[in-house]
């Protein structure tokens, strides 16, 4: 099973550019298209999905969801990392992380960090 990491932005995240810092700094590539990002380690093995950033403007759909309330509006960003490799997860806490402290907002990870 996949870790699953939700970062909440306040402003229009650019995961790109997070994700191609990360990649440079970890030796992975990035692979964006149609706004997803895909993460590579050096073998060619996906670590870290992260799909279209979402716009949540209904009051109360956050903690619908993930039972932390937010106040709307927020970017939802999932990020997903693969669950065989064992940096993946780490690589997605690095990347929400990363977002939220570029763009305010909170980081869930579904678990005590």
């Known amino acids: 099973m996949s870790t699953d990491v939700v970062a909440l932005?306040?402003?229009?995240?650019?995961?790109?550019?997070?994700?191609?810092?990360?990649?440079?700094?970890?030796?992975?590539?990035?692979?964006?298209?149609?706004?997803?990002?895909?993460?590579?380690?050096?073998?060619?093995?996906?670590?870290?999905?992260?799909?279209?950033?979402?716009?949540?403007?209904?009051?109360?759909?956050?903690e619908r969801l993930l039972g932390e309330r937010a106040a709307p509006p927020v970017w939802w960003v999932d990020i997903r990392a693969a669950a065989d490799l064992d940096d993946a997860a780490r690589v997605a806490l690095a990347c929400a992380d990363e977002l939220v402290a570029r763009h305010g907002g909170a980081v869930w990870s579904g678990a005590s960090r």
């Open 9 to 62: 932005t306040n402003d229009r995240p650019d995961v790109g550019a997070v994700l191609d810092e990360l990649a440079a700094r970890l030796r992975l590539a990035v692979n964006a298209q149609a706004g997803a990002c895909r993460v590579y380690d050096e073998a060619g093995r996906l670590v870290v999905f992260v799909p279209a950033p979402v716009l949540v403007t209904v009051a109360g759909e956050v």
